[in-house]
Antibody
Framework: EVQLVESGGGLVKPGGSLRLSCAAS????????MSWVRQAPGKGLEWVGR??????????DYAAPVKGRFTISREDSRNTLYLLMNSLKTEDTAVYSC???????????WGQGTLVTVSS | DIQMTQSPSSLSASVGDRVTVTCRAS??????LNWYQHKPGKAPKLLIY???ILLSGVPSRFSGSGSGTDFTLTISSLQPEDFATYYC????????FGGGTKVEIK
């Protein structure tokens, strides 16, 4: 069974940093592209960014609102995905979920998410 | 980035009704369009990819159509378990979601 479990969320001040983790199991993590998706309170889904598999170059792409502030990385030996968030803004407050990313075919598996609150 | 506009943002319908949700892209995305169902407290569920292909296990009352800039999700006969928020997502370029359509009980 595919499982994705996020951790690392919490309360952080504007301008601060936070690193989220996503522990994956039940599938061949190293072969799969992964994405982060967030949902702000009362708002819709927003794609944050993705990282390709090592065989596809392990490159990352980001949504415009987070580009230059967020960094996605992966550690295939630990089956773990990361999201490093710097220069956090109040508008980054959201539940962050990791997902499997099948490129044009969509996100088939999602974690339950971890809440990030950016507030002074 | 490609903008995705869904309409309506919410609708009220009864069990058995035919429901249609529309998604419009700011530029042509061919058929690179996915649909998700999201219920409160649960992970979103991928229903349809490539505009019209149902994922295995998704009830046949769901269907998708369209290409280019205009797309439609149709539920032919709404069931109690279908009350949820539905999102479209384009996968033609840097991914973007539509704003969502909340389907509520009338």
């Amino acid at each position: 069974e595919v499982q994705l479990v996020e951790s690392g969320g919490g309360l952080v001040k504007p301008g601060g940093s936070l690193r989220l983790s996503c522990a994956a199991s039940g599938f061949n993590f190293s072969n799969v592209w992964m994405s982060w998706v967030r949902q702000a309170p009362g708002k819709g889904l927003e794609w944050v960014g993705r990282i390709k598999s090592k065989t596809d170059g392990e490159t990352a792409d980001y949504a415009a609102p987070v580009k230059g502030r967020f960094t996605i990385s992966r550690e295939d030996s630990r089956n773990t995905l990361y999201l490093l968030m710097n220069s956090l803004k109040t508008e980054d407050t959201a539940v962050y979920s990791c997902t499997t990313d099948w490129a044009i075919y969509g996100h088939t598996n999602w974690g339950q998410g971890t809440l990030v609150t950016v507030s002074s | 980035d490609i903008q995705m506009t869904q309409s309506p943002s919410s609708l009220s319908a009864s069990v058995g009704d035919r429901v249609t949700v529309t998604c419009r892209a700011s530029q042509s995305i061919s058929s690179y369009l996915n649909w998700y169902q999201h219920k409160p407290g649960k992970a979103p569920k991928l229903l349809i990819y490539a505009a019209s292909i149902l994922l295995s296990g998704v009830p046949s009352r769901f269907s998708g159509s369209g290409s280019g800039t205009d797309f439609t999700l149709t539920i032919s006969s709404l069931q109690p378990e279908d009350f949820a928020t539905y999102y479209c997502q384009q996968s033609y370029s840097t991914l973007t979601f539509g704003g969502g359509t909340k389907v509520e009980i009338k």
